[in-house]
């Protein structure tokens, strides 16, 4: 066999080591640079590196046997939907358990990662060295970076502006009057944090969601398996998306009812077409009058936040949770860069115009993102050593353009809408893909699409 191209793995979350241990089963050399202590990313709460989003009380909202890599299992005394503190061990276990560790270079963040015209990547990390690579795999996390109000409201106010990034836990909110803006998972957590603590809790929007409870029937509703033989059949990826979409919303119909009657608004769209907003407690809090619903901020006036309908209220702190920007801080931005958090890539992988960086985890999925990373790597391990080969050009840019169309077609119209994607539908496509490509690779007599070039240091 040639000498495999030798590839930088920038971050050690729970995708960079799903990515790292694919190199490492399939003899592709690598080095993982992270800027943390640890591994786990966002999932270890007050991460020296600053970066982590998690707060005291933050568990996962998909489930367990969802979020586990194919062959590491959690834990079974964890619970189904454990809290970080479980979360973030599980992934040291993984590190320890398949001999990974000897292979991170911890406090080591990347400054910046750029790709000579011979194809040799230069990494220069924290420190002042340069390496040199062949490739580079980024999973470097997209829930970081925070998204402020664009633009932001007029006026200003006297009290706390913060961001969903900077929340730490309930202390946070005690005895203060709270206005929480948005209406995905963080909004959902810390609207619920709040209405324990704060003297006044108020949930503003400016788009109503669906929200779908944790459990259905005593088992987490994405367990489809546990669901019975008719659920596990309708959830498979072979059947349309708008059969499936239609046994949900009955099923959310059946089991919780319409938004409005816990005073929430309406939602401008129908189940599946915004990321899902999972809480098996805020209809709870909003039921015992808890939390008050507002529609979307207009103005900050002082002490005081105005509404869309006209209303006023008193407030201590306002809460911005709307989102994340995905952002490569060591790529120039002219390079590679996701203006409007939008980076089109081939399956949510492959770069069309550059053939040796790949992304992992740069999805916002129906489901978690540990599996996918993991099949991701698998992948890009099997493309290293030209066990894969990409479809042509054109058939690749095709493709790229019907994901997007289909993808932009069924979901609102938001920042937060720009690489959705359907978690068994994925895993499904890219198992067929890997097939095809295999084949091709095969019939072309495995040639190695990223050449070892690169010396160790430079
Ligand atoms: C509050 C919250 C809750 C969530 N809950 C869920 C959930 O229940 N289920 C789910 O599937 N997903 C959830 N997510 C999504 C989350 O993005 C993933 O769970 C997961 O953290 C993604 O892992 P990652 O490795 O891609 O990114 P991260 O966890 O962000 O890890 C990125 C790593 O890269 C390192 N890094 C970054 N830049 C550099 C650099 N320049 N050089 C070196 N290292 C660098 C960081 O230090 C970090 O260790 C949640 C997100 C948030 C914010
Ligand atoms: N417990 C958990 O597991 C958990 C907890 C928190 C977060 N998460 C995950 O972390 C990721 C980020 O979640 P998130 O809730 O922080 O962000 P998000 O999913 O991007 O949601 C942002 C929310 O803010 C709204 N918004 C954005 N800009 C706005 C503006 N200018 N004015 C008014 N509203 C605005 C959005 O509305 P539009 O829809 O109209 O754009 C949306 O409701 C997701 O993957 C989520 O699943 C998980």
């Known amino acids: 066999m040639a000498t495999l191209p030798r590839v930088c793995v920038i971050g050690a979350g729970s995708s960079g080591i799903a990515g790292a241990k694919a190199l490492l089963e399939h003899g592709v050399p690598f080095d993982v640079y992270e800027k943390s202590d640890r591994v786990g990313g966002n999932w270890v709460f007050g991460n020296r ?250 103005e900050l006036r002082g002490d005081r936040v105005a509404f869309a309908d006209g209303s006023e209220v008193e407030a201590d702190v306002v809460v911005y949770c709307t989102g994340y920007k995905v952002t490569f801080p060591f790529f120039d931005e002219d390079f590679v860069s996701a203006p409007d958090n939008d980076l089109p890539l081939f399956r949510r992988v492959f770069h069309p115009e550059i053939p040796d960086v790949f992304f992992l985890a740069l999805l916002q999925p129906l489901g978690a993102t540990m599996p996918l990373a993991e099949a991701q790597g698998r992948w890009i391990a099997d493309y290293l050593r030209g066990e894969y080969a990409l479809p042509e050009r054109e058939a690749l840019l095709d493709d790229i353009r019907r994901e997007r169309e289909a993808m932009f077609k069924r979901y609102v119209r938001s920042k937060r809408h720009t690489m959705q994607i359907d978690y068994d539908q994925y895993l499904w496509d890219l198992e067929r893909e890997r097939r095809a490509g295999a084949a091709r690779a095969r019939d072309a007599g495995f040639p190695l699409p990223v050449p070892a070039r690169a010396g160790v240091a430079a």
């Open 49 to 298: 590196n600053g970066m982590s989003s998690a707060y005291r009380t933050l568990h996962i909202n998909t489930s367990r046997e969802r979020m586990e890599y194919s062959d590491f299992p959690m834990p079974k005394d964890f619970p189904d939907f454990p809290h970080h503190s479980h979360i973030a061990r599980y992934f040291d276990d993984y590190v320890e358990h398949f001999g990974l560790r000897e292979h991170i270079r911890f406090e080591t963040g990347v400054e910046h990662a750029g790709r000579g015209e011979d194809g040799v990547w230069e990494v220069r990390v924290e420190g002042g060295d340069v390496h040199e690579y062949d490739a580079v795999m980024v999973a470097n996390g997209h829930h970081w970076d925070p998204r402020w109000p664009e633009p932001r409201f007029p006026g200003s106010f006297s009290g706390r502006e913060m961001h969903a990034h900077d929340y730490k836990g309930p202390e946070d909110f005690e005895g203060r009057r709270v206005v929480i803006l948005g209406m995905g998972n963080s909004a959902m957590d810390l609207a619920v944090d709040a209405s324990y603590v704060a003297s006044e809790t108020y949930l503003a929007a400016r788009r109503g969601a669906h929200v779908v409870p944790k459990y259905l029937a005593g088992k987490p509703i994405d367990q489809p398996w546990r669901h019975g033989r008719l659920a596990s059949l309708v959830a498979h990826p072979r059947v349309p998306w708008p059969v499936r979409q239609r046994l949900l919303e009955k099923t959310l119909a059946e089991h919780v009812g319409r938004m409005e009657d816990y005073g929430l608004p309406a939602p401008d769209h129908r189940i599946g077409e915004a990321h899902p907003t999972v809480s098996g407690r805020i209809l709870d809090r909003l039921a015992h009058g808890a939390i008050a619903p507002k529609p979307n901020l207009a």
